[in-house]
């Protein structure tokens, strides 16, 4: 049996959290692993911790931060929350807004290889999709894993996407507090420590769904930060091939 938990982070994502943990209460209603969930608040204006607190559901935790400090800070701090408790075997990372599809969770639990492992939850090979995504967006997220996927010689199909499963084993080889991404850049970087651990990666097909409530907080500077900084980590592999190693693994 595996004990998993599900980090979720949210900013304003009131009109749409209570829904994905209700498909989560039924789905782990019928699981025989163990799930619970670690909602992760960036004091959200719209009250959001405070919706999850009020749901009152003992598998749903809410670990609430001072202020937005981007994607990349919110799943660190997740991480080492419940890495501190030597609870769970697996650490599962969604989004809030219903892109990231329950239905698709056992296909992943199930394809968890032992040992350092990463799954994911891929776009873009066969089987998987995107639904009612706007074509601007799926050319920056096909752009992005194309591009990271040549500068940091990393042989996997969807390395933007953020639905996730990865091997406590795996979190604790490596250094995630020198992890430098700020926003979703934070998954190529994932990514990349997870290689350069040796874990075992698995690509899942999912179906990705556009979010129909709340609001996006891509920006412009998120994928600029992701532009330079796979460039920058692209350039240490080639030149310095030993040195991302010692900063990403115990
Ligand atoms: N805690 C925290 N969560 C964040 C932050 N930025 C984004 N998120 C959450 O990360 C998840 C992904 O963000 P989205 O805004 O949906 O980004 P996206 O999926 O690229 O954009 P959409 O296409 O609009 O869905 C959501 O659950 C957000 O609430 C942040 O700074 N702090
Ligand atoms: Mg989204």
């Known amino acids: 049996m595996k004990k998993l938990v599900i980090l979720i982070p949210t900013f304003n994502e009131s009109f749409t959290i209570v829904e994905q943990l209700r498909k989560l209460e039924i789905?782990?209603?019928?699981?025989?692993?163990?799930?619970?969930v670690l909602v992760i608040d960036d004091n959200?204006?719209?009250?959001?911790?405070?919706?999850?607190?009020n749901l009152n559901?003992?598998?749903?935790?809410?670990?609430?931060?001072?202020?937005?400090?981007?994607?990349?800070?919110?799943?660190?701090a997740g991480f080492a929350?419940?890495?501190?408790?030597?609870?769970?075997?697996?650490v599962v990372t969604m989004d809030a807004d219903g892109s990231h599809r329950v239905e698709d969770l056992p296909?992943?639990?199930?394809?968890?290889?032992?040992?350092?492992?990463?799954?994911?939850?891929?776009?873009?090979?066969?089987g998987g999709s995107v639904k009612n995504w706007p074509?601007?967006?799926?050319?920056?997220?096909?752009?992005?894993t194309?591009?990271?996927?040549?500068?940091?010689k990393i042989n996997l199909n969807d390395l933007t996407g953020g639905y996730r499963i990865y091997s406590v084993e795996l979190l604790n080889a490596l250094n995630l507090k020198d992890m430098q991404a700020t926003g979703y850049c934070f998954q190529i970087e994932m990514a990349m420590a997870a290689d350069l651990a040796g874990a075992v990666a698995t690509e899942v097909p999912i179906t990705f769904v556009e979010r129909i409530n709340g609001?996006?907080?891509?920006?412009?500077?998120?994928?600029?930060?992701?532009?330079?900084?796979?460039?920058?980590?692209?350039?240490?592999?080639?030149?310095?091939?030993?040195?991302?190693?010692?900063?990403?693994?115990?």
Not at 81 to 90: R, S
Not at 135 to 144: A, D, L, N, W, Y
């Open 81 to 90: 929350k419940v890495l501190g408790t030597n609870l769970f075997t697996h």
């Open 215 to 250: 609001v996006s907080k891509m920006t412009k500077a998120i994928v600029l930060e992701a532009l330079i900084q796979i460039t920058r980590w692209g350039l240490v592999r080639r030149l310095r091939p030993n040195a991302d190693k010692l900063h990403y693994v115990k």
């Open 44 to 53: 959200s204006p719209d009250a959001t911790a405070d919706l999850v607190d």
């Open 135 to 144: 074509k601007s967006r799926q050319v920056i997220s096909k752009t992005g």
């Open 57 to 76: 559901l003992s598998w749903v935790e809410v670990l609430r931060r001072p202020a937005k400090a981007g994607l990349g800070a919110a799943y660190r």
């Open 27 to 36: 789905y782990r209603s019928s699981s025989t692993d163990e799930i619970s």
């Open 107 to 126: 296909a992943m639990i199930s394809a968890i290889k032992p040992g350092r492992s990463i799954t994911l939850g891929a776009r873009w090979i066969p």
């Open 146 to 152: 194309r591009y990271a996927k040549f500068a940091l």
